[in-house]
T-cell receptor, first 116, second 115 residues
Framework: AQSVTQLGSHVSVSEGALVLLRCNYS??????LFWYVQYPNQGLQLLLK??????LVKGINGFEAEFKKSETSFHLTKPSAHMSDAAEYFC??????????????FGTGTRLTIIP | GAVVSQHPSRVICKSGTSVKIECRSL??????MFWYRQFPKQSLMLMAT?????????EQGVEKDKFLINHASLTLSTLTVTSAHPEDSSFYIC???????????FGPGTRLTVT
């Protein structure tokens, strides 16, 4: 069963515009949620994470995400896009952290392109 | 902190040979390491989970005899692709975590090309 869905495999925004990358999850218990960024031919870098504390999470490089239980969403936003934000972004979920699970399930990824 | 390295970053091998990829946690002791495979323009597919000193747990559909995983210490895990074939060509990424932290730290990946 799909645990995390990223809507939009490709997103293009103009430099300086708002970035919104969508992520919805399915979990019967409170999950832990993560956003990672991947630059070409590199590993993944953690942008931010939600682990049942504050629902609005601030991460690196000006990104933030809000956990909305009612909408089962964890969308990633940035007020003003920079050229350096162009990369692949992955949403990931640990659906059962309180049961000792450490495995992550990744979404299919969203490629962000910044238009000069 | 929390740096994970992989070696080699790129490797080309001939069909039928074996290749070993190393994953090291440089500044922490990783109780669990994960191995992923990523096809071009696709997401990460978890191959196996390994805990130090015990056998790896493979995901469904992953051939454990083909992808040998050894987690001999708290800072080193290895993935050996045995009798490699062109269809094994892929980007292999490892990650490491501390028990209870629920956060995975990723290596830079290894690009394997089998000719």
């Amino acid at each position: 069963a799909q645990s995390v869905t990223q809507l939009g495999s490709h997103v293009s925004v103009s430099e300086g515009a708002l970035v919104l990358l969508r992520c919805n999850y399915s979990s019967s218990v409170p999950p832990y949620l993560f956003w990672y960024v991947q630059y070409p031919n590199q590993g993944l870098q953690l942008l931010l994470k939600y682990t049942s504390a504050a629902t609005l999470v601030k991460g690196i490089n000006g990104f933030e995400a809000e956990f909305k239980k009612s909408e089962t969403s964890f969308h990633l936003t940035k007020p003003s896009a920079h050229m350096s934000d162009a990369a692949e972004y992955f949403c990931a979920v640990n659906p059962m952290p309180n049961f000792g699970n450490e495995k992550l399930t990744f979404g299919t990824g969203t490629r962000l392109t910044i238009i000069p | 902190g929390a740096v994970v390295s992989q070696h080699p970053s790129r490797v080309i091998c001939k069909s039928g040979t074996s290749v070993k990829i190393e994953c090291r946690s440089l500044d922490f002791q990783a109780t669990t390491m994960f191995w992923y495979r990523q096809f071009p323009k696709q997401s990460l597919m978890l191959m196996a989970t390994s805990n130090e000193g015990s056998k790896a747990t493979y995901e469904q559909g992953v051939e454990k005899d083909k992808f040998l995983i050894n987690h001999a210490s708290l800072t080193l895990s290895t993935l050996t692709v045995t009798s490699a074939h062109p269809e094994d060509s892929s980007f292999y990424i490892c990650s490491a975590s501390l028990r209870g932290s629920y956060e995975q730290y990723f290596g830079p990946g290894t690009r394997l090309t089998v000719t």
